[in-house]
């Protein structure tokens, strides 16, 4: 298994969870404790996944779970991810919870408009 490291920054005025690695059912945890770390009136957060290599469930359950502890009504969460990290969220119809975009620019202008 890679060494997986979650990290978080403000970029733009905007939190983004930096994750990188593999994150599955030994690590996903890391995510939820990073996240609980922002703010908690946080409703805008970018999370980067494009240094990830491997997602599995307990991966995807974590990051549902961190975009329901977003506050207020315009809550926004968008992910940053590869083409093959973007099918998991496809296939497990998370489309409705989560923004895609391939870069980090591109999900800054997303979640800043």
Known sequence: MKTSQVVIESV????VLG???EIDLSNASLLL???SQLPTETSKVVIDLSAVSFLDSSGLGALVSCAKRLSGDGHRCVV???L???KLFDLNGL???FEITPTLEEA???ISS
Do not use: K, M, N, P
């Not at 733009?12 to 939190?15: K, T």
């Open 108 to 110: 800054l202008t997303a």
């Open 12 to 15: 733009d005025g905007v939190q």
């Open 33 to 35: 404790e990073q996240f």
């Open 84 to 86: 093959q990290i973007a």
């Open 19 to 21: 994750a990188s690695g």
């Open 95 to 97: 489309r409705a919870v």
């Open 80 to 82: 940053v991810c590869t």
